[in-house]
């Protein structure tokens, strides 16, 4: 049970990094001061390595949640009902997941940009 909280946790960790750095890219003026770019390069190597960190538990952690499913997750007053919903939920769940990615990858141009701007490598 430990296990499924943990992966619960790492998953919802993950959309709250996701919508930090989405309200503060959407904040963030263009052109900003030199210091709150510095501050945002910041932010964004923050964020991204506690993304980094619950993604990567959401994975381990799915590994034996799949495994372990039909003991702990399974209800038998829901019945069969419950895999149309967990098969829904996840496909909703890797949708988010990629946009997630495609966001990051976008941002990470501009912190790349930014970084060049500021001789940081």
């Known amino acids: 049970m430990t296990i499924n909280y943990s992966h619960d946790m790492a998953t919802a960790l993950l959309a709250v990094s996701g919508l930090i750095m989405w309200a503060i890219y959407q904040r963030f003026p263009d052109p900003a001061a030199a210091e709150l770019e510095l501050y945002f390069i910041t932010i964004y190597k923050t964020v991204t390595r506690l993304a980094k960190i619950s993604f990567s538990w959401m994975v381990i952690a799915g590994v034996p949640r799949f495994y ?19 098969i829904i939920m996840h496909i909703v769940m890797i949708f988010l997941v990629v946009m997630g990615i495609l966001f990051w990858l976008r941002l990470g141009k501009r912190i790349r940009a930014l970084k060049l701007k500021h001789n940081l490598g």
């Open 68 to 86: 372990y499913f039909m003991e702990y997750d399974w209800s038998p007053m829901a019945g069969d009902l419950q895999v149309p919903t967990v």
